[in-house]
Nanobody
């Protein structure tokens, strides 16, 4: 059974930091491209950051320089370090894994940036 389980969300003040984690099970983690998406209220889900099999990373323009995606293959875990958070970063953040047309999603973790 494949599971992607996110953790680390919560309430943070503007300018603060959070680190999200996504623990994967049931997949050969090193094969998969892993991504973080987010969906704000009333908006479409959008790609935030991605890391592919070789370790290359990409970021949405809105988070570049503030967020960092990384992974620990031994732990089958992908992380999203979020710094200098802004109210507009408020959203449910989803972990996504893909390989060869196969896609898996986590259930999401809520990040709220507010004073």
């Amino acid at each position: 059974q494949v599971q992607l389980v996110e953790s680390g969300g919560g309430l943070v003040q503007p300018g603060g930091s959070l680190r999200l984690s996504c623990a994967a099970s049931g997949i050969t983690f090193s094969f998969y491209a892993m991504d973080w998406y987010r969906q704000a209220p009333g908006k479409q889900r959008e790609l935030v950051a991605a890391i592919v099999g070789g370790g290359a990373t990409t970021y949405a323009a809105s988070v570049k320089g503030r967020f960092k995606i990384s992974r620990d293959i031994a732990k089958s875990t992908v992380y999203l370090q979020m710094n200098s958070l802004k109210p507009e970063d408020t959203a449910v953040y989803y972990c996504h894994g893909s390989w060869g047309g196969i896609n898996y999603w986590g259930e999401g973790t809520l990040v709220t940036v507010s004073s």
